[in-house]
């Protein structure tokens, strides 16, 4: 268990150079959506919808999710055409459904101006990733950006958050990494970074424990405007 800091600006970023975001829950509200995605792609193979077996898949990366697909629900389609078609079925939503968080925006225009690094380290796809960034007009804040289908072990370990952190040329101590569940939280800890966890509606009702993990916790990236001290 770690002790949970009030968010500030000042108090969060100091001796930090890299600031390394995870995509769905935390700089963008999608959660919602692979809820919908479930439900539709299993009622094609007649598979009712278990709400229970998301937990299993957190933080797993999309080709560990198509494995615990065929593995769990008996799917005879290949782990390359199961993520195929997760991609075709999210790719309007992610263009036209889907929004940044609430001073999301903000806070990477903020960490621009303080010259730190950011990444992107997702257990999204590349191609899904890449579009979103693209469509919100955020990929130019990131230097880097990464998918756990990179590395060999998706969320918690912290496989994605090293590769990120290398690829910055930036020593794991001096991150900070945002996200939004525990498997992500646990991930960028065993990491050796420091924590933020972001609130997300999906995973509400986990956020107490969430909290006492985490090194910092958020309701909204506002908080981190107000926050900040003048100079």
Not at 34 to 53: G, M, Q, T
Not at 168 to 197: H, W
């Amino acid at each position: 268990m770690r002790e949970n800091e009030k968010a500030r600006v000042d108090i969060m970023l100091d001796g930090i150079d890299a600031v390394l975001f995870d995509l769905d829950g935390t700089l963008i509200d999608s959660m919602w959506m692979w809820e919908a995605i479930d439900i539709e792609y299993l009622k094609r193979f007649n598979i009712p919808f278990e709400k229970s077996y998301q937990k299993d898949i957190e933080g797993m990366s999309m080709t560990e999710t198509a494995i615990y697909f065929k593995e769990h629900f008996g799917i005879n389609d290949s782990v390359e055409k199961m993520k195929s078609d997760w991609n075709d079925m999210a790719w309007n939503k992610y263009c036209n459904e889907v929004e940044l968080k609430e001073g999301a925006l903000s806070f990477l225009e903020l960490l621009r101006k303080k010259n730190i690094k950011m990444g992107i380290g997702t257990s999204n796809s590349i191609e899904l990733t890449e579009i979103v960034l693209e469509k919100k007009n955020i990929r130019e804040y990131f230097e880097e950006v990464h998918t756990a289908n990179e590395v060999k072990k998706g969320k918690p370990f912290p496989d994605i958050y090293l590769l990120v952190a290398d690829k910055l040329g930036v020593s794991p101590e001096r991150c900070l990494v945002f996200e939004d569940i525990y498997q992500g939280i646990c991930a960028g800890m065993n990491a050796g970074m420091k924590t933020c966890l972001v609130w997300d509606n999906y995973s509400k009702e986990h956020w107490n424990k969430n909290v006492r993990t985490a090194d910092y916790s958020i309701k909204s990236f506002e908080e981190l405007q107000s926050n900040e001290e003048p100079a």
